[in-house]
């Protein structure tokens, strides 16, 4: 069973352009996580998308964005890139019908912004 | 709001040692779930164990196993034997169980700011 995939590996983008990352769940999971992973400052909480809507959003402004597909992938965009948005992207995907909720995540995407 | 705290920001231990990570964490909620990943250098966050707060029997995974206190808020990992491919990043992490608020399921995991554990050979 293939796991969480993310696209693309590596990205690099210029300050204030528009950087779209991608995920596709583990198949037979409805909720998407994203999370933002930057140097020193840890794991952060960033969106979660379940059977398409967004059901929660962590402490991000609203240039943060993203949505969640009929066939449950996702993608984030991030808007008018800043540097400090340099950073580790994980994707993450869960089932109501795993025991003990558990959160499984893709590889991630590295986002630099020069 | 959660929060989920890791006092021992790196450890490092000879190898076929025992080593255990500490976690302690605030919550207000009775049932939860907690969580240890790890994040080897190739930054895939691996799920290592979790346990259920309304379980008293603390789980185990192999050579790894939790010290879960539910009382103190205390969650703890034990790593038995230590191997060098268990030189990593360790995450400890919490959830709440699903909401009803927003129709089931859960809200994402709040993480700890990590332990950075080297196993020497």
């Known amino acids: 069973e293939a796991g969480v995939t993310q696209s693309p590996t590596h990205l690099i983008k210029t300050r204030g352009q528009q950087a779209t990352l991608r995920c596709s769940p583990i198949?037979?999971?409805?909720?998407v996580y994203w999370y933002q992973q930057a140097l020193g400052l840890g794991l952060q909480f960033l969106l979660w998308?379940?059977?398409?809507?967004?059901?929660n959003r962590g402490n991000f402004p609203p240039r943060f964005s993203g949505r969640q597909f009929p066939n449950y992938s996702s993608e984030l965009n991030v808007n008018a890139l800043e540097l400090e948005d340099s950073a580790l992207y994980l994707c993450?995907?869960?089932?109501?019908?795993?025991?003990?909720?558990?959160?499984?995540f893709g590889e991630g995407s590295w986002l630099t912004v020069v | 709001a959660q929060t989920v705290t890791q006092s021992q920001p790196e450890m490092s231990v000879q190898e076929a040692e025992t080593v255990t990570l500490s976690c302690t964490y605030d919550?207000?909620?009775?049932?939860?779930?907690l969580f240890w990943y790890k994040q080897p250098p190739s930054r895939q966050m691996i799920l290592v164990i979790r346990?259920?707060?309304?379980?008293?029997q603390n789980a185990t995974e192999n050579r790894f196993s939790v010290n879960f206190q539910k009382a103190a808020k205390s969650f703890s990992l034990k790593i038995s034997d230590s191997q060098l491919g268990d030189t990593a990043m360790y995450f400890c992490?919490?959830?709440?169980?699903?909401?009803?608020?927003?129709?089931?399921?859960?809200?994402?995991?709040?993480f700890g700011k990590g332990t950075h554990l080297i196993i020497q050979p």
């Open positions: 993450a995907s869960r089932s109501d019908r795993v025991p003990g909720n558990t959160i499984y």
């Open positions: 198949s037979g999971h409805t909720s």
């Open positions: 998308y379940d059977e398409g809507e967004e059901r």
């Open positions: 919550t207000s909620e009775n049932n939860y779930y």
């Open positions: 346990q259920e707060a309304y379980k008293q």
């Open positions: 992490a919490f959830m709440k169980p699903a909401s009803t608020n927003s129709g089931g399921g859960a809200d994402g995991l709040t």
